[in-house]
C-alpha cells in the first residue's frame, strides 16, 4: 500500500504548497484605494457568477447522484460526488487567489518585473496546485477508503469511473458557463469601446470592462481549472481501468498514480525557477520551470517504473513510454506558440491581412487555425504508435498519463494570464504611470501566448485520454458478454460514426449563438448607457457596471443548459436505440471530430487576437487604423472559437466517453432499432 500512502501523502503536500502561494500572493501590497475598488468590484462580479454557477450545477448533480445510486448503486455516486465536490473546489480556490492576485500584481509592479511576475506566478501556481492536489487526493482517497470497506481491488477503479464523471461534468459546466461568460463580455466591450467609441480596451469610461475583467478569471481561471482537473482525473482513472480489464496486476494499476505523485513533487521545484528580470526573456522563463518540472519527473519516472513494474515485464519499455508522453507535450506547446505567438508568420499574416480590410482577416485567419491541426493530429499520431509499440493499450494510457502528469505546472503557466491581464487593467483604469503599465503589458503579452498554449495541450491530452476511454469502453462490453468488432462496414457503427462526428458541430452551434445572443444585450446595454448617462465620455457620470456583470451571469448559466444536455443525452440516446456498435462508432466520430474542430477553433481563435495586439503595438498602422478595426473584428470573432466553443469540446469529448462507459453494461444487449 505504499504505493497509495505516498501519493495521498503528496496530494496533500501540493495543497500545502497551494496554501504556502497564498499566503505569499496576499502578504503583497494591494495599491491604492481606487486600485483596490476596482479589483473588489471584479472580485464581487466573479464570486457572485460561481456562486450561482454552482447552484445551478448543483441541482443537476443532485438529479445525476439519485438516478447514479438507484441505477449502478452507491458506491459509484459517492464517487460521482466527490469528483463533482473537489473539481468544484479546485476551481473556487484557484479564482479565489487569481482575483486577489491581480491587484497585487499591478502594485508590484511599481517595485520592477520580476516583483510583478513572481506575484503572478505564484497567484496562477495556486490554481495549477489545487487541481492536481484535489485530483490525486481525490482518486488514492476513495481508493484506499473502498479497500477499507472490504471491496476487491480489482473493482475499485470501476467504482472510480464516477469520480471522472463527476470532475467531467462540473469541468463541462465551467467552461460552458465561463466562456459563454468572458466572451460575451468581451465581444461587447470591444465592439462599442474600441471600435465605435474608440476607447481604450480598459477603458474606465466602458461600461462592459469590469464584466470583462470578471470574464477573464470565471473562463480561462476556473474553467481552464475545472477543464485539466478532468482531464488529470479522467486520465488516471481510465489508465487503472485498462490495467483491469488487461489483467495486469495491480502495480501496474496504481503505477499511474505513482506517476502523477512524482510530477507534483518536480512541479513544486520547477515552479521555482520562474523568474527573470528583463521583458524579452518573460517567455523563456516559464518554459524553464516547465522543462525543469518534466526533466525532473522523467528522472522520477525512471525510478518509479524501476520500482512498480517487474522485470517480467519490460518496465524501460514503460519508462519509454512516460518519455514518448513529455515529448508530446513539447510538440504541441511548441506547435501552438508557432500558430499563436507574434513572433512568427501565421499571426502576422493575419495582422498583414488586415490592412485591407476585416474580410480577409478573416480569410487568413481561418486558414491558419485549420492549417494548425496538421502537425499537431501527426504529432499524436506518432505518439499512438510509438507507445502502442512499447506497451499496446496499456503504453498508450502511460503516455496520456505522463502527458497530463505535469498539469500543475501547465494550469500555473495558464492561469498567469487572466492575472497579467486584469492587472493591466487595473492599472489602466486607476491611471498608473506608464512604467507600471509597461511592466503589465509585457506580463499579459505573455499571459496570451501562455493561455494558448496551454489550451492546445489540453485538447492534445484530451484526445489522448479519449482513446484510453474507448478501450476502456470496449472492455466494458466484452466484460458484459459482448465482444464486439466495430467493422466500418456495419451499418450501426456508421450510423454512430456519422452522429459522434455531427456532434461537436451541433454543440459548437448552440455556443456559438449563444455567445452572440448575450454579445447583442451587452451591446445594447453599453449603447444605452453611453446615450443615456450623461458624462461618461468625459469621466463626469460613471457607468453602471453591475448591469453588464448581470446580464452576462444570467446569460452564460441559462445558454450553457443546452450543449450540456446535448452532451449527457447524446450518448444515452444512441446507445438505448441503437445498440452498444453505434454506440462504439459516436464515441470514435466525437474523437475525431471534436479533437480536429478544438484545435482549430483554439489555434485560429488565439492568432487573431495576437494579430490585433501585434497591430496595437504599433504595427501595419497602430491603434485606431484601419487595419487595427479589421483586427478587432476578427479578434471579435475568434473570441468563442478560442474560449467557448473550442475548450468545451474538450469536456464535451470525455462526458461523452465516461457516459459511455458508465451504460456500456445496460446498452450491451439492447437496442430499439
Known sequence: MTALYVPFLIALLALAYAGYNTFRVLSRDSGTEKMINIAKAIQDGAMAYMHRQFKTIGIFAVIIAALMAYLLGWHIALSFVAGALFSALAGYIGMNVSVRANVRTAAAAKNGLPA???????????????????????????????????????????????????????????????????????????????????????????????????????????????????????????????????????????????????????????????????????????????????????????????WMIPASGSPMNFFWTTVVGAVLTVLIIMITEYYTSTKYRPVRSVAQASETGAGTNIIIGLAAGLESTILVVLAIVAAILASYSLGGLYGIAIAATSMLSTTGMIIAMDSYGPITDNAGGIAEMAGLPEDVRNVTDALDAVGNTTKAVTKGYAIGSAALAALVLFQDYNGALLKAGQNLIFDITDHKVLVGLFLGGLIPYAFSAVTMRAVGKTAHSVVTEVRRQFKQIKGIMTGKGKPDYKRCVDIVTKAALIEMIVPALIAVLSPIVVGFLFGPKALGGLLIGVIISGLLMAISMANGGATWDNAKKYIEDGHHGGKGSDAHKAAVVGDTVGDPYKDTAGPALNALIKVINMIALLIAAGVASWSVF
Not at 208 to 235: H, K, P, Q, R, W
Request: hydrophobic share 50%.
Open 116 to 306: 510583478a511576475l513572481d506575484v503572478a506566478f505564484r497567484g496562477g501556481s495556486v490554481t495549477g496546485m489545487a487541481v492536481v492536489g484535489l485530483s490525486l487526493l481525490g482518486v488514492t482517497g476513495l481508493y484506499l477508503g473502498f479497500l477499507q470497506m472490504g471491496i476487491e481491488s480489482g473493482e475499485i477503479p470501476h467504482l472510480l469511473i464516477g469520480f471522472g464523471f463527476g470532475a467531467s461534468l462540473i469541468s463541462l459546466f465551467a467552461r460552458l458557463g465561463g466562456g459563454i461568460f468572458t466572451k460575451a463580455a468581451d465581444v461587447g466591450a470591444d465592439l462599442v469601446g474600441k471600435v465605435e467609441a474608440g476607447i481604450p480596451e480598459d477603458d474606465p469610461r466602458n461600461p462592459a470592462t469590469i464584466a470583462d475583467n470578471v470574464g477573464d478569471n470565471v473562463g480561462d481561471c476556473a474553467g481552464m481549472g475545472a477543464d485539466l482537473f478532468e482531464t488529470y482525473a479522467v486520465t488516471l482513472v481510465a489508465a487503472m481501468v485498462l490495467a483491469v480489464a488487461e489483467g495486469f496486476s495491480e502495480s501496474y494499476v496504481l503505477y499511474p498514480i505513482a506517476l502523477g505523485a512524482v510530477a507534483i513533487l518536480a512541479s513544486i521545484i520547477g515552479s521555482n525557477f520562474v523568474r527573470t528580470k528583463t521583458k524579452t526573456r518573460i517567455m523563456a522563463a516559464l518554459y524553464k520551470g516547465m522543462f525543469v518540472t518534466q526533466i525532473l519527473a522523467l528522472i522520477g519516472f525512471y525510478f518509479v517504473t524501476k
